[in-house]
């Protein structure tokens, strides 16, 4: 193997994923991501800025007779992503472009659910990281408004956006949400009992008609502090990450 990657395990073995060794390297937040769609086999998921495919791979692999189509503008990473996939054995198609520019075979499809883990942090009022791969990954130039409305107009009624992201972004993606979708559920997600949010998950439906809900927060670890080696993880997250099993949007 290239000495500039490494082969991680996700899902407790069930995937291994060649990720760069400097760089942007995904963690627990695509597995979460992956875990809260709410896809049945025989549909169509887009996933928007898809990396090295940890997420879309996590769902093509709980979800069987399920297709995915990812589209990633770094070609390391789309490279990686297409490996990945082979490496699995997933209906992964991972399409290499820019999402304000998609190819006109991914505009002509509509889909049953896209997915995504935009930048993190806004360019303009953050610190560039030195890794160029990992700068674009957290703090690319395309704007979030471009991000939710390609969504939008890649999904077919009645299909749902999902996307993780941190906590000061949630009025902003609100915002641009509303304008275009319904039936929006957020779920926080906070390290541990007692915490703040620093992330949280937020699903819509396209067209939708249900009323906002806001879930109970999804707790990351047990206890009120780190207190022994090993994870101390919930249940519910041991249960996503280790065996990749669903996360319900729709909690309390």
């Known amino acids: 193997m290239d000495a500039a990657l490494t082969d991680d395990k996700f899902l407790d073995g069930r995937l291994n994923i060649l990720q760069p060794r400097d760089g942007y390297r995904a963690g627990v937040d695509p597995v979460l991501l992956a875990a809260a769609v709410p896809a049945k086999a025989g549909e169509h998921v887009l996933e928007l800025g898809c990396g090295a495919g940890v997420a879309s791979l996590c769902l093509l692999s709980r979800v069987n007779g399920l297709l995915g189509t990812g589209i990633e503008i770094q070609t390391i990473y789309a490279d990686l ?30 889909f049953h659910h896209v997915m995504m883990n935009p930048p993190y942090f806004d360019r303009a009022a953050s610190t560039p990281a030195q890794d160029d791969g990992r700068d674009i990954a957290l703090g690319g130039a395309t704007e979030m408004a471009d991000w939710i409305g390609v969504a939008a107009r890649r999904l077919r009624p009645q299909g749902s956006l999902t996307l993780i992201q941190r906590i000061e972004r949630l009025p902003e ?74 996360l319900q949007m729709k909690a309390g």
Do not use: W
Request: aromatic share 4%; with cysteine.
């Open 81 to 110: 992503a297409c490996r990945n996939a082979e490496r699995a054995d997933l209906p992964l198609d991972v399409v290499t472009a820019d999402l304000r520019e998609l190819p006109q075979k991914v505009r002509e499809k509509s």
């Open 173 to 246: 993606i609100i915002g641009l949400v509303e304008a275009r979708f319904g039936s929006i559920v957020i779920r926080p997600i906070v390290a541990r009992e007692g915490r703040a949010a620093g992330l949280f998950l937020l699903q819509a439906r396209k067209a939708g008609r249900a009323a906002f809900h806001l879930s109970l927060p999804l707790i990351m670890h047990e206890g009120p502090r780190h207190e022994r080696d090993g994870d101390d993880y919930t249940p519910e997250i041991r249960e996503i990450l280790r065996n990749g099993g669903a």
